[in-house]
């Protein structure tokens, strides 16, 4: 079982190398990657950084949050491309971004029990997606 592409290139009137999961799967990463990025910069934007990079938040430095959670944006709109285009990299760059997203939606809940219960339904349904995203990804691939 191989989570490979036979084929990177198509034209047109050829089938696409993944499934309708993986394209809803991909979709819904780029969507995941734009709401990291709109809400970091909207969290700079409002204030929340009076020191700059040195701010401290529970006594840790929250640009290390951000900086991985920029990393989980950046390979979940690069997966979300790259499944929508069927490239072979688009799986193994889904699987990455999958698998931050469930380590980023953890981290998030613990955020949202202690500082913001509203944020918790929202930080749940990463977790479930996260967690479809793998089962949907390994059943869309074609033999």
Same mark, same amino acid.
């Given at each position: 079982?191989?989570? !490979?592409? @036979?084929? @990177?290139?198509?034209?047109?009137?050829? =089938?696409? #190398?993944? /499934?309708?999961?993986?394209?809803?799967?991909?979709? $819904?990463?780029?969507? *995941? &990657?734009?709401?990291?990025?709109?809400?970091? +910069?909207?969290?700079?934007?409002?204030?929340?950084?009076?020191?700059?990079?040195?701010?401290? #938040?529970?006594?840790?430095?929250? +640009?290390?949050?951000? %900086?991985?959670?920029?990393?989980? #944006? $950046?390979?979940?709109? #690069?997966?979300?491309?790259?499944?929508?285009? &069927?490239?072979?990299?688009?799986? *193994? /760059?889904?699987? *990455?971004?999958?698998? *931050?997203?469930?380590? /980023? &939606? $953890?981290? =998030?809940?613990?955020? =949202?029990?202690?500082?913001?219960?509203?944020? @918790?339904?929202?930080?749940?349904?990463?977790?479930?997606?996260?967690?479809? &995203?793998?089962? %949907?990804?390994?059943?869309?691939? !074609?033999?």
């Amino acid at each position: 079982m191989s989570y !490979r592409v @036979t084929s @990177t290139r198509r034209t047109g009137n050829e =089938s696409r #190398a993944y /499934t309708w999961p993986a394209l809803i799967v991909g979709i $819904i990463l780029i969507l *995941a &990657g734009i709401g990291i990025v709109v809400y970091w +910069v909207n969290y700079w934007l409002s204030g929340n950084m009076p020191n700059g990079l040195w701010t401290l #938040a529970n006594n840790q430095y929250v +640009v290390y949050h951000q %900086a991985a959670e920029g990393v989980t #944006a $950046i390979l979940a709109i #690069a997966g979300g491309f790259g499944l929508l285009l &069927g490239r072979g990299w688009g799986m *193994a /760059t889904s699987l *990455a971004a999958l698998g *931050a997203l469930l380590y /980023t &939606g $953890i981290n =998030s809940l613990s955020f =949202s029990f202690t500082t913001a219960p509203a944020l @918790t339904p929202v930080f749940l349904g990463v977790l479930g997606f996260s967690l479809l &995203g793998f089962i %949907a990804l390994h059943f869309s691939r !074609r033999s």
